[in-house]
């Protein structure tokens, strides 16, 4: 189907385990996001890409590692995930007009306890 | 930096009754504003934009004129539905910032029958 889909939809592990989210979109978007959802303080910017193999940090980086090296996909890994890092993570993708809208996957709501 | 803020929630209204959201932002260039709307258990949807001063965007009976004099956009629905319950957000993009979005905590809107 087309669109743009997260993996797992929910996923609880420990803190110090290595944990990897999948993103992946058919629609050949250069541009990708992920944020993270937290009440209090809506949506904050982990990282972004702009192509495949072109990444940068966002506003709250630190303790995950990203990778683009195919255009559908853009994992995001928590290294050693601590319970700070328990919140519902989203990956969105653009298209490469200018103010073109962001479309969000349906989100990973990940727990570390 | 640049920022959003939006008035805290929730918000409870009667079904047909006025909703305003009141979002506040700060940027240093001429930013895009945008609402975002999420539904229970979903990803986020782009609901409006407006991409300069004094630009109305409005979508499925929502309304947001972009005001730079007072730095606003606030969102505007004449007679909600059972069905405008949902959290939602605003949101700013820098022209030169990837389309990378600056979100505001989000304010959750309940309507009652």
């Known amino acids: 189907d087309a669109g743009i889909t997260q993996s797992p939809r929910y996923k609880i592990t420990e803190t110090g385990r290595q944990v990897t989210l999948m993103c992946h979109q058919t629609?050949?978007?250069?541009?990708m996001f992920w944020y993270r959802q937290d009440l209090g303080h809506g949506l904050r910017l982990i990282y972004y890409?702009?192509?495949?193999?072109?990444?940068d940090k966002g506003e709250v980086p630190d303790g995950y590692v990203v990778s683009r090296s195919k255009t559908e996909n853009f994992p995001l890994t928590l290294e050693s995930a601590t319970r700070s890092q328990t919140s519902v993570y989203f990956c969105?993708?653009?298209?490469?007009?200018?103010?073109?809208?962001?479309?969000f996957g349906s989100g990973t709501q990940l727990s570390v306890l | 930096g640049d920022s959003v803020t939006q008035m805290e929630g929730p918000v409870t209204l009667s079904e047909e009754a006025f909703l305003t959201i009141n979002c506040t932002y700060t940027?240093?260039?001429?930013?895009?504003l945008f609402w975002y709307v999420q539904y229970p258990g979903e990803g986020l949807q782009l609901l409006l934009k407006?991409?300069?001063?004094?630009d109305k965007g409005s979508n499925k009976g929502f309304e947001a004129t972009y005001r730079k004099e007072t730095t606003s956009f606030h969102l505007e629905k004449g007679s909600v539905q059972v069905s405008d319950s949902a959290v939602y957000f605003c949101?700013?993009?820098?022209?030169?910032?990837?389309?990378?979005?600056?979100f505001g905590a989000g304010t959750q809107v309940v309507v009652t029958p």
């Open positions: 629609w050949s978007h250069s541009y």
């Open positions: 940027a240093t260039g001429y930013p895009s």
């Open positions: 949101a700013l993009s820098d022209y030169d910032s990837w389309g990378k979005l600056q």
């Open positions: 407006a991409t300069k001063a004094d």
């Open positions: 890409s702009a192509a495949a193999d072109i990444t």
């Open positions: 969105a993708s653009r298209g490469d007009s200018t103010n073109e809208k962001l479309f």
